[in-house]
């Protein structure tokens, strides 16, 4: 166990961001599922929906650096190549 203020500070704080990161991790997987679900199931409209959502939680997770911006761009890219083929279908 660390004993200087400032480890036992680093140790709080890491924990805190830890926590953070999970849950924005966790709401970008969700709405990529709820996407994915659509898309498969060929219903365009919610498809459309979900992907805005999805691109705007992808975007805001890679800002905060969460997952690194180039992750965040190929996240994005995979998913209007998916909603494209929707479309087309």
């Known amino acids: 166990m660390a004993h200087t203020l400032s480890a036992l500070k680093r140790i709080r704080q890491s924990e ?53 911006k180039s992750q965040a761009s190929r996240r994005v890219s995979r998913l209007t190549l998916k909603l494209n083929s929707v479309k087309s279908a």
Do not use: C, P
Not at 40 to 63: C, F, H, P, R
């Open 16 to 68: 805190k961001k830890r926590l953070r990161n999970k849950a924005y991790k966790s709401k970008m997987r969700t709405v990529v599922k709820k996407f994915y679900t659509a898309a498969d199931a060929n219903d365009l409209t919610t498809a459309e929906k979900a992907y805005s959502e999805a691109v705007k939680v992808i975007g805001k997770v890679g800002q905060k650096g969460v997952i690194h």
